[in-house]
């Protein structure tokens, strides 16, 4: 009996070393192997896999998911007609974003070809809205802002994210692909040390995720409400007391744009919940 | 300001003497009293103290609500359908404010 | 179960801030009377990623019948900054005794659910949840 379990507690030992991480998921994520061979990570796995069930079971259930109330917010504002033509998001949406609604979702930041440049989903509705509909911009972060990206992004949720990052969007995509490993702040870290190389690991009592954004505008617990994807981007920028950039940034879609090509192939979970 | 929006889940239909569940949610932000805004200043208490759920006129269930209560006031509980009827759901705001929603069901 | 002398002593769970407070509340909502256990089934995380809204439901086993109902639920944890977090009102038309929320917890601490029958006795129950507060990620 001694023997076996000396044994036993070699071989464990040795697997132990194999596999580096103790598993971070309870054995129900969703695994996704990279289609890129260029891609870092031999797994890629949601932000949702990283949350403990409290947490899950609420961006299950969508009536319990205060991130829908802000989706439902959208979906108002979708309908409404604003501006001197007019005319509703909802009647001018697809022709300025120049994809189908229910693929939007999945496919951006992406390079616009009216724009001249990758674009962020926030930029081509303000795109819309002033030159459609002659309305005034939506603010980055603003409630009606979040709402509509939430109810836009909603409709591709269950398809999975698919960003282009070859062509025109090569140089946004390799520009996003520096920041993600430059260094910063006082703390002179990058995006990669924590959610590349410690993933799974505990940051103080978060648990680190891979950092993908394919749920994003969510709600999160710490904001006690919804917010984008710049705004957690700056956020982590202040953790690491660097000057954050402004909303909008033209690095900060490159980033946006890199960080969704990381999780390519995960499901779009607009809106979803976190801690 | 964000709206304060009631929504309720009622199953339409249920068998007699069967025990459903009712869901309940409002959007509000259950300003405990405590926190400051940016500029320092405590931001004063404005709760959901209370919800009151009733049926055909009677009240059947009533929560009533701490600051300890997250914001946007989820609240889940069990009903025995007898027969068809309608639901009033109402919550109170500090200060006696009322936002209402209605739910048929009915019974076979 | 309440000690003589009005000091909590919460069977089995660490002590936690203000059990003093939990024990006053107690006190005022029974009149003193023994407290019994059994019955209530608490479902509550053992450890709460984020104290901002924290899954607390109960179950208890009741006829719910007229002449055998449970009256009111009160839920407290006594380690926030009072202890009160929120208490249900029922009735027979209900078919069973139930409910589930979320609430605040500002620290690891102890939840308190005392259940109030139509005959005037009480139950108790409690459990432990732990609170982490992660803080990074803007």
Known sequence: ?275 | MAKIKPRVKVPKKAAAGEIVEIKALISHPMHTGRAKDKKGNKIPRKIINKFVASFDGQDVFTANFEPAVSANPYIAFPFKANKSGAFTFTWVEDGGAEFTASKKMTVA | MLGAAGAVVLAGVPAYADGAAVAAKIKGLTGGKSVGEGAIELDLPEIAENGNAVKVAFSIDSPMTADNYVKAVHVMADGNPTPEVASFNFTPAMGACSASTRMRLAKTQNIIVLAEMNDGSFKQAQATVKVTIGGCGG
């Not at chain 1, 996704?32 to 961006?59: C, W």
């Not at chain 1, 001018?92 to 009216?114: K, M, Q, T």
């Not at chain 1, 030159?131 to 509509?148: C, F, H, N, Q, V």
Request: proline letters at 4%; glycine letters at 10%.
């Open chain 1, 1 to 275: 009996m001694r023997l076996a379990v000396t044994i036993t507690m070699a071989l464990s030992l040795v697997a132990g070393a194999a596999f580096a991480k103790t598993p971070y998921h309870d054995g129900t994520a969703e695994v996704i192997k990279p289609t890129d061979k260029n891609h870092p990570l031999g797994e890629i796995v949601s932000g949702y896999d990283f949350r403990k069930a409290m947490i899950r079971d609420v961006q299950d259930d969508d009536f319990a998911n205060p991130a829908m109330l802000v989706a439902d917010h959208g979906e108002e504002l979708w309908d409404t007609v604003d501006g001197s033509a007019g005319k509703s998001l909802s009647q001018v949406f697809e022709g300025c974003a120049e994809v189908p609604l229910d693929v939007v979702g999945s496919v951006y930041p992406r390079y616009h070809n009216a724009a001249g440049k990758v674009i962020s989903l926030e930029q081509v509705i303000n795109m819309c809205r002033e030159t459609a509909m002659g309305a005034k911009p939506y603010k980055w972060e603003s409630r009606d802002m979040l709402g509509i990206t939430a109810y836009i992004r909603m409709q591709s949720r269950g398809s999975r994210v698919n960003v282009a990052v070859d062509g025109q969007a090569s140089a946004a995509f390799e520009r996003g692909k520096e920041l993600y490993y430059t260094r910063v702040g006082q703390l002179d870290m990058s995006c990669a040390h924590c959610h590349e190389d410690n993933y799974g690991n505990y940051i103080r009592a978060d648990m680190l995720s891979q950092g993908n954004i394919n749920g994003f505008p969510l709600y999160r617990l710490k904001w006690n409400g919804v917010g984008s994807t710049h705004r957690r981007f700056r956020g982590c920028m202040k953790n690491i007391r660097a000057t954050p950039l402004p909303y909008g940034h033209e690095d900060y879609v490159a980033l946006e744009l890199y960080v969704a090509w990381r999780g390519n192939g995960l499901k779009v979970e607009t809106p979803a919940y976190r801690n």
